[in-house]
């Protein structure tokens, strides 16, 4: 802070450029600093949490030119001229994924602080394998960690959004069809 109380512009770094969310971003900042912090901090998307800063629990998932990734490892200059993907760019249009309904409708959400790398890991193995079986599910799952609802309410929401779009998908093929 400068001495007038206003908050500084530090020109020294270099810009960084990615897209999050489908929206085009610019930060200076240090190269190093984790992305994680970058998207709390700096661009203000709070939805992804951190919950243990090693990469060990998944909290701080996004996704990365379409891998999944901890954000709490990957320092910010990785991801210049990269397409990002955060928890906030799962609904569209004022529309909840299929994902995040099912959680809700599931319980599939506890305390929050899984959750959105739950989501991200939950849409990532949807977009590779639309109709998973639940070891397959346990599998895609298993880099994060819950300490609220011993996982079964997770596994019933990823079923219940497998589900969920393959009906979508089906009505949608038969009003094309029309």
Same mark, same amino acid.
């Given at each position: 802070?400068?001495?007038?109380?206003?908050?500084?512009?530090?020109?020294?770094?270099?810009?960084?450029?990615?897209?999050?969310?489908?929206?085009?971003?610019?930060?200076?900042?240090?190269?190093?600093?984790?992305?994680? =912090?970058?998207?709390?901090?700096?661009?203000?998307?709070?939805?992804?949490?951190?919950?243990?800063?090693?990469?060990?629990?998944?909290?701080?998932?996004? !996704?990365?030119?379409?891998?999944?990734?901890?954000?709490?490892?990957?320092?910010?200059?990785?991801?210049?001229?990269?397409?990002?993907?955060?928890?906030?760019?799962?609904?569209? =249009?004022?529309?909840?994924?299929?994902?995040?309904?099912?959680?809700?409708?599931?319980?599939?959400?506890?305390?929050?602080?899984?959750?959105?790398?739950?989501?991200? #890991?939950?849409?990532?193995?949807?977009?590779?394998?639309?109709?998973?079986?639940?070891?397959?599910?346990?599998? #895609?799952?298993?880099?994060?960690?819950?300490?609220?609802?011993?996982?079964? !309410?997770?596994?019933?929401?990823?079923?219940?959004? #497998?589900?969920?779009?393959?009906?979508?998908?089906?009505?949608?093929?038969?009003?094309?069809?029309?």
């Amino acid at each position: 802070m400068s001495e007038n109380g206003s908050a500084e512009v530090n020109t020294q770094w270099p810009p960084i450029r990615f897209t999050v969310n489908g929206r085009s971003c610019s930060v200076q900042a240090p190269p190093m600093k984790r992305l994680l =912090d970058v998207l709390r901090e700096d661009l203000r998307l709070t939805g992804t949490k951190e919950g243990c800063g090693e990469g060990e629990c998944g909290s701080c998932s996004i !996704r990365v030119n379409g891998e999944l990734v901890n954000s709490c490892l990957v320092p910010v200059l990785q991801v210049d001229g990269a397409d990002i993907q955060t928890v906030e760019g799962l609904a569209q =249009d004022g529309k909840l994924h299929s994902i995040q309904e099912a959680f809700l409708q599931c319980g599939g959400a506890q305390c929050g602080i899984c959750t959105p790398g739950m989501l991200m #890991a939950s849409v990532q193995l949807l977009e590779r394998n639309p109709h998973p079986a639940l070891p397959e599910i346990r599998e #895609a799952l298993a880099g994060n960690l819950c300490r609220c609802t011993g996982f079964m !309410r997770i596994f019933e929401s990823v079923l219940s959004a #497998a589900a969920a779009m393959k009906d979508e998908t089906e009505l949608a093929e038969t009003h094309d069809a029309r």
